[in-house]
């Protein structure tokens, strides 16, 4: 294959935004250089003053494939992501049939993904109530046999997760399963809400009005993360397991995860663009679009969430993307008890946080940090996903951080074309995305094949 060069004013390296060229060969960077120092044989891409940024990774997506893609699935998914500048997701082992709690199960996986995809992807292992031993009660667990097979780490919930089939684990479940989750050295992601709390405020708000915002909120306590992560801090220093903390909304939690970090605790963590966009304050009543859980909170609190960026204390941002049929979102009674919990947003992640993220003083190189660097890391792909140096796949997203656009269903790509940004004004346009340096996404434009493939840890690509 030819050498290229991909030549912009603004490149997101590892060491700031310079002006130069990125050289590809095999898909591979194969260096930095200036622009002059481009080799007289070498395919230019010029995009002037068009950023050059690494292709994201999402590690909190929701293909829900195989098995329900009525509510999304491989190609839906991956094409929406390359759209929104994603060129590689982890899924989540929930929400798909059967859910990603067996070898079996992700084998189905494998097969479902096979010529279906426009960016790459990772699975993660779900930790559930009865996989922490084989079916015969031996001390042979799932959660060993799926790292032997690939993923790269694992996902629970301690809340009931709103669908039957990937069932919630309790502290003695927890328990049981951490020596596995240990010995494996691979990260556990958490759903950190205890349901001792929700259950408490929901039994108080039953004669509520579920169609206005405030009562969802109420019933949804901050205690509820609070008390899970002190819980999950506890845990972690017992056994010894790398923790992430997934979709933190709670500001009020930061301090203690803080004081973890400061322990040396191998604990990570997560919010996601609602979080830092919406606020409970300019949520209407019966706009489910904005259900999700745990819930979006106060105008303080998200301020307070932007601190916890800036101060290194989150980590990454994901975008737990959650999509499902227009029916289940209950639009037209308005219900948040009954409507189902979760915001899509693969395709417009990327401008909703520049839009928050640069009225803040942010610069381009947070949001790479934010949505390429560390989930890459977290997705343990780093050496070849998620940076802009030799040695990485050739994957960028060109984006033009100047040009603002309004939100249409047209933008969206994934299944169902509905989401609370519509009609909002954001800033910064994705203009291609190149999976190891070919186009997936150009001005509009798919590639005609997909060229996603799965990877498995280390970023060891395979071929079923």
Known sequence: MDVQAFVSRRVAT????????????????????QADQIPADAQVHNFGEAAI????????????????TDWEGFETATRAAAAGGYTTLVDMPLNCLPATT??????????AAQQRCWVDWLAWGGIVRNNASDNAGNNQSEIEALAAAGVPGFKCFLIHPGIDGFTMVTEPELRAALPHVARTGLPLLVHAELPGPVDEATQRLRHADWTRYSTYLQSRPDEAEIAAIRLLLSLCREY???????????????????AARAEGLPVSVETCPHYLDFCAEEISDGATLCKCA??????????????????????????DHSPCPPAMKRLDEGNFKTAWGGISSLSLALPVMWTEASRRGFALTDLTRWMSEQPARLAGCAASKGRIAEGCDADFVIFEPEAEFVATEDRLHYRHAISPYLGKRLRGVVKATYLRGKPAFNDGQF???PRGQELRRACTTTHD
């Open 53 to 68: 940024l690494p292709g994201l990774v999402d590690s909190h997506v929701h293909i829900n494939d195989p098995g329900r």
């Open 294 to 319: 745990p819930p979006i909170r106060s105008r303080e609190n998200r301020e307070r969430l932007w601190q916890g960026l800036k101060d290194g204390i989150i980590d990454l941002v994901a975008t």
């Open 447 to 449: 590639s005609v094949e």
């Open 102 to 111: 067996t070898v079996a199960a992700l084998a189905a996986k494998r097969k």
């Open 240 to 258: 010894k397991f790398r923790l992430h903390i997934v979709h933190l909304s709670t500001s009020r939690a930061l301090s203690q995860l803080c």
């Open 14 to 33: 590892p060491d700031g935004i310079r002006p130069g060229a990125v050289l590809v060969l095999d898909g591979k960077i194969r260096g930095f250089i």
